[in-house]
């Protein structure tokens, strides 16, 4: 098992562009949660999404926006980037439960 | 003031020590608390997860929770340089909720 899978791994864009992360789900989840994690900071909850639906959202505005496919894959894309969106965008996956929920390693992006 | 507060350190002790680290936070409607281990450019690892008050012991690793001052605390024991890390403590408020993390305290275990 590839366990929670993230790409790119690093990413440099400069401001004003757009981005789209991936995230492959471990084996067996069904639900996606994306985090973003300034440096020196603990993970911020970005949205998460279950059946394809966005179930819950952070406190992000609506430059971020997701996906989630039927193979439970899922894309987060970031319009308009700004120098303050540099951070590690962190995907985790579960089957349901806080417990079950593991970490992708993430993908680092830097706005220039 | 944030909801969730962790010292962020860093906190340096020799190996074998016993190590403690500790939240507090505002939000009286979380009932789920997590310790995560944060390695450097690695995604954050679940160590212990708590429905509720009380304690949790998992080998050298023991979870506390106190509801009722709005306190959790991390002990390890027998501390390993391998335990160095970011230590991150977590909460929500039901399941599958969104989670809200401390900001980490950085822990070095000196050999």
């Known amino acids: 098992d590839a366990g929670v899978t993230q790409s790119p791994t690093h990413l440099i864009k400069t401001r004003g562009q757009q981005v789209t992360l991936r995230c492959s789900p471990k084996s067996g989840h069904d639900t996606v949660s994306w985090y973003q994690q300034a440096l020196g900071q603990g993970p911020q909850f970005i949205f998460q999404y279950y059946e394809e639906e966005e179930r819950q959202r952070g406190n992000f505005p609506d430059r971020f926006s997701g996906h989630q496919f039927p193979n439970y894959s899922s894309e987060l894309n970031v319009n308009a980037l700004l120098l303050g969106d540099s951070a590690l965008y962190l995907c985790a996956s579960s089957s349901g439960t806080l417990e079950t929920q593991y970490f992708g390693p993430g993908t680092r992006l830097l706005v220039l | 003031q944030k909801e969730v507060e962790q010292d962020p350190g860093p906190l340096s002790v020799p190996e074998g020590a016993i190590v403690s680290l500790n939240c507090t936070y505002s939000?009286?409607?979380?009932?789920?608390f997590m310790w995560y281990r944060q390695y450097s450019r690695k995604g954050p690892e679940l160590l212990m997860y708590t429905y509720s008050s009380g304690n949790k012991e998992d080998g050298r690793f023991t979870a506390q929770v106190d509801k009722s001052s709005k306190y959790i605390s991390l002990f390890i024991r027998d501390s390993q340089p391998s335990d160095s890390a970011t230590y991150l403590c977590?909460?929500?408020?039901?399941?599958?909720?969104?989670?809200?993390f401390g900001s980490g305290t950085r822990l070095s275990i000196r050999p």
């Open positions: 939000n009286s409607a979380f009932q789920y």
């Open positions: 977590a909460m929500s408020a039901r399941q599958p909720s969104k989670i809200i």
